[in-house]
Nanobody, 121 residues
Framework: VQLQASGGGLVQAGDSLRLSCAASGRTFSRHVMGWFRQAPGKEREFVATINWSGDSTYYADSVKGRFTISRNNAKNTVYLQMNSLKPEDTAVYYC???????????????WGQGTQVTVSS
């Protein structure tokens, strides 16, 4: 599975952005998909994950209620809708694929390249 993330940019606090991650490969629909982020000087951290069918999601406490992860298996794409963005959301965002719902940095099987999200105050 190869992953290509897009949709990052520079926004103001309170704005919204939608990230997309397009996957190649016929096994996309069998994978748990997720998003991680890494701010300068910090470790990569979990943001959200979604199961293969899209009916189960899990979020980091820091984004719960503001971010929504979804997927379209027909388009081999996973999305991250980010609302009410805060300066502390500034980071490089990475999409990821694995087989375990509770994705961590250590059990991700495939990483996409990052997309920069910058939120100004």
């Amino acid at each position: 599975v190869q992953l290509q993330a897009s949709g990052g940019g520079l926004v103001q606090a309170g704005d919204s952005l939608r990230l997309s991650c397009a996957a190649s490969g016929r096994t996309f629909s069998r994978h748990v998909m997720g998003w991680f982020r890494q701010a300068p000087g910090k470790e990569r951290e979990f943001v959200a994950t979604i199961n293969w069918s899209g009916d189960s999601t899990y979020y980091a406490d820091s984004v719960k209620g503001r971010f929504t992860i979804s997927r379209n298996n027909a388009k081999n794409t996973v999305y991250l809708q980010m609302n009410s963005l805060k300066p502390e959301d500034t980071a490089v965002y990475y999409c990821a694929a694995g087989t375990i719902m509770l994705l961590t940095r250590r059990n991700v099987n495939y990483w996409g390249q990052g997309t920069q999200v910058t939120v100004s105050s």
